[in-house]
């Protein structure tokens, strides 16, 4: 299928400057009429074409000027409509389409959730509304009719302001009439119709002005949107506090649905949610689920200014609006609950996603040079790495140009679809600086590896540190330039004292800029050898090989004052522990034991400073992580036994200090989501599972206990959790009773879907191949898929990549079974398969064979053809 360069954009030769939608809604037979206020661009071709974009449309009338056409005038087809010979000046197109939103199981366009109406446009699916010029540099003002059955669809949102609403006489039906001022792209058109409850409240604008803010959700589950509200109202707040960003309509509504492809989206004034990401309960939700809530509130309401107001101009440009919009909702979460924390969690994330991404054969840059299929695209590198791209730049200018900035682009781009260069040009504008190195974060793939040399002259009083750094080769990018990396770096001495040695080269905010294949840094005034603690606060998504030795490491864990560097240092430490026990390699048997006293005495003194940071420390690196660290010939097995053997090593030895720590941190009080209490579960919690990983037997009486008494779902599931780890008996009488108190939640069956899934044992395929069976699933639902099979492909390292080949052949069938129902769900479980090639040859053979069966098949959407062609190639 045909490829799309960023190099052939070129301005559409038409506008469309008004967009008035007539849309009565049917569960079948939904009339779409569109009358559109089309002109030729000055910028365009002069004698060009009108060719809008379609898709599965059923075309019933188009009319020009108020004449109906004749089809000599003009051709169609499911994908298009083309008129060769359009006026050359302004003027009305007319076209009524007819569509089935009942059978749109691709949940792109107008489709239908649990009986009520939604839609979802970006990236392409508003040509399956009408025909279209359906791309984001097309900005146009949209008035919206809506008609539905009364019954049906009480409750009728649109984008924008309520303008008039009322009855059809002598009918059922009823209508709204929605009015957005705000040019918008298509992408960011929505509707709804159905049957939903509300809560809301009012918000008063910085400037004075009243907002009603509203969440709507399914009838009988408000109680459970307060935290939702609440969280919209806080980021509010925040855009205004810190950047200065206000809200411009009388109106915000979020709409939660059940069957929804991604987790949320920013519709101008109509944010339409993934329920997972809206509905909160203590007895229904986690602490990781109501963080997850206030992330993305807050994410979908910052693109209101970040995506709505300044687009982008094309779909190359998808960072501009993601990676910005994911840093600012990191920051509001950071000061909203702790910065520290916060950060480790990011960057946790970033490595288990993206670093993966970037190491696998669907690597791209985080602005991409081309695809197939732009819904491939919505990835862990254009969303995370490019948040990344704008915290260093941060770094790099300091935090006063950084808002000055970002105030100059919101200002000069507002109301436009804008491009990555005019991102960079603002802080080019306001510091003087030439950003253009800086810019090959953009256009440069794969994950950068530093490597640091330390050289301490005791004599001289001196402390060199020599960097080199290289990127490996990604798919189209065989040689790789040197990056702008800003080193974030501090010196520790070995008892922790405070180190005054200076370089130049540093920067009062202590940041080095390594912009060179090679550099060295070097500090005098040393009196003593130092312990470097680089890429404070993680500076700079690269990875690091830094010469410390285990004991080195260890004091930062103690004495460093970067919070970040104190957990890498123990993670750095447990890694190459991780790796020594699964490559059997020799490790001194002194290196566990300094580990684990490590750990033991950081509990005894540190732990209740900050319980989450405690928790976070607590967690060996997962197996993914080792086996992206181990980077080929991975045997997923080893790796398994080996977390299994460090986890008991550590609970065996820490026993008495955790053990006190699971008595003391239990909760006092009714559940609060609050960052606070939540962190002292966090570290109660994984004190429960170190503590089961020691002893067995003992481990299940207490996580038992904690899953028959727990009073709120984090509680509960951390120990179903632990109990999972552990088979026999308890762990499968759990099983039946969980699954019977929640017969009725889904999303709560959603974690027991995920946690069976996850279960790392060989019975686990066949008990997956039952759960398909279970009456909550349904192969239609992206969250049942996602939490029973897209688990089991990427949470389940040793299932999925079985030896025999079986979890990769129950992938790929999964796959090929919903395809052809929702292309963009199908291709997403296929990334799955994005580390085989890391894998030992057997599995490796077993994994291609697997991806070529997919391959082979004659009706692949362009979604899986895409994945499934670059994972191969
Ligand atoms: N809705 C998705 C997001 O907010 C895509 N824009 O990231
Ligand atoms: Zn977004």
Redesign the pocket.
């Known amino acids: 299928s045909k490829i799309i360069q960023l190099k052939d954009y070129r301005p559409s030769d038409f506008l469309i400057d008004r967009v008035e939608l007539d849309v009565r809604l049917d569960p079948h037979a939904t009339r779409v009429k569109a009358t559109l206020t089309i002109r030729p661009n000055p910028e365009g071709r002069a004698d060009a074409p009108l060719v809008l974009d379609g898709d599965e449309l059923n075309l019933r009338s188009v009319s020009l000027d108020g004449r109906a056409l004749p089809s000599g005038e003009y051709e169609t087809g499911p994908q298009f409509l083309s008129i060769s010979q359009p006026p050359r000046q302004a003027f009305t197109l007319e076209i009524e389409t007819e569509l089935d939103p009942t059978a749109n199981t691709k949940l792109m366009g107008l489709y239908r959730s649990s009986g009520n109406y939604c839609t979802q446009c ?1 990236a392409d699916g508003f040509r399956r509304i009408t025909y279209f010029l359906d791309r984001p540099d097309i900005l146009s003002v949209y008035t919206t009719r809506i008609e539905a059955d009364r019954d049906e669809a009480p409750v009728l949102l649109g984008n924008g302001n309520p303008v008039e609403s009322g009855a059809i006489e002598g009918t059922n039906r009823h209508f709204a009439i929605w009015h957005d001022p705000h040019p918008k792209p298509s992408y960011l058109f929505a509707l709804v119709g159905g049957r939903l409850g509300h809560v809301g409240k009012s918000f008063t604008t910085m400037s004075g002005r009243a907002v009603r803010l509203k969440v709507y959700v399914e009838p009988g589950k408000e109680d459970r949107a307060h935290y939702a509200l609440d969280a919209l109202e806080r980021s509010m707040r925040w855009d205004e506090r810190v950047f200065g960003r206000e809200y411009d309509l009388d109106e915000f509504n979020i709409v939660a649905v059940s069957d929804f492809n ?5 519709n101008k004034g109509l944010n339409i949610f993934n329920d997972k990401y809206v509905l909160a309960s203590p007895e229904t939700a986690t602490d990781a689920d109501y963080a997850n809530i206030e992330a ?1 509130i807050a ?2 309401y910052f ?1 209101n200014w970040s ?1 709505n107001r300044v687009t982008c101009r094309d779909w190359f440009q998808l960072c501009l ?2 990676g910005l ?2 840093f600012r909702d990191q920051e509001f979460s950071s000061d909203e609950r702790s910065r520290p924390v916060h950060r480790i969690a990011e960057v946790k994330t970033l490595r288990a996603r993206q670093f993966a991404e970037d190491a696998s054969p669907l690597a791209h840059p985080v602005r991409p040079q081309q695809y197939r299929e732009i819904n491939n695209f ?1 990835t862990a590198t254009v ?1 995370e790495k490019g948040a990344e791209i704008v915290r260093m730049l941060k770094t790099i200018i300091g935090e006063g140009d950084f808002r000055r900035g970002m105030d100059l682009y919101f200002d000069r781009c507002d109301g436009t679809a804008a491009t990555v260069e005019n991102f960079l040009d603002a802080f080019a504008t306001v510091t003087g600086r030439d950003l253009s190195h800086f810019a090959r974060w953009y256009s440069q793939a794969g994950t950068p590896r530093v490597t640091i040399r330390s050289t301490y002259d005791e004599a001289a009083q001196t402390y060199r540190l020599d960097f080199a750094q290289a990127t490996a080769p990604t798919p189209g990018q065989p040689s790789k330039e040197p990056m702008a990396i800003p080193v974030a770096i501090g010196l520790v001495a070995q008892d922790g004292s405070s180190l005054t040695a200076t370089s130049e080269r540093v920067s009062p905010q202590g940041v080095f800029m390594l912009d060179r294949a090679q550099d060295s840094l070097s500090f005098s005034g040393v009196t003593s050898r130092p312990v470097p603690s680089v890429f404070r606060d993680f500076s700079a998504p690269v990875r690091t090989s830094l010469d410390l030795t285990n004991d080195d490491l260890l004091v930062l864990l103690r004495h460093d004052t970067d919070a970040f560097n104190r957990w890498q240092a123990a993670q750095t430490v447990a890694m190459r522990l991780l790796i020594g026990l699964a490559e059997r390699t020799s490790v001194p048997d002194g290196d566990f034991d300094r580990l684990a006293a490590a750990l033991r005495t950081f509990l005894e003194s540190d732990a209740r400073r900050d319980p989450a940071f405690a928790a976070l420390v607590l967690t060996l690196p997962n197996e993914a992580d080792v086996a992206q660290e181990i980077g080929a010939n991975v045997n997923p097995d080893a790796i398994h036994r080996a977390r299994r053997e460090l986890r008991r090593m550590i609970g065996t030895v820490c026993a008495e200090p955790l053990l006190q720590l699971y008595e003391e941190l239990a909760d006092q009080g009714p559940y609060s989501p609050d960052a606070a209490s939540a962190g002292r579960r966090s570290l109660r919690n994984v004190s429960l599972d170190l503590l089961a990983a020691a002893d067995a037997r003992q481990g299940e009486r207490r996580a038992q206990a904690q899953f028959e008494t727990a009073s709120n779902m984090t509680d509960r599931l951390a120990s179903f959790g632990v109990l999972m780890t552990l088979p026999g008996e308890a762990r499968e009488a759990a099983i039946a009773a969980f699954g019977r108190r929640y017969a009725d939640e889904p999303l709560v069956l959603d974690k027991w879907f995920t946690l069976q899934a996850s279960i790392q044992e060989d019975g686990t395929l066949d008990r997956v191949r039952r759960l398909m069976e279970h009456p909550a699933f349904s192969i239609s639902n992206p969250n049942r898929v996602r939490s029973l099979v897209g688990s089991f492909a990427m949470l389940n390292p040793t299932q999925f990549n079985r030896a025999d080949g079986q979890g990769y052949e129950f992938v790929a069938d999964m796959v090929l079974r919903v395809d052809p129902l929702n292309p963009q769900l199908a291709a997403r479980l296929l990334t799955a398969f994005g580390s085989w090639r890391i894998m030992e040859p057997e599995r490796l053979e077993r994994a291609r064979s697997a991806l070529r069966r997919i391959a082979q098949n004659a009706s692949l959407s362009r979604d899986v053809g895409d994945i499934v062609q670059r994972s191969l190639e």
Do not use: D, F, Q
């Open positions: 970006e991604m987790g949320a989206m920013e993305i994410h979908e693109h995506g609006k993601e919009t994911v919505y969303y």
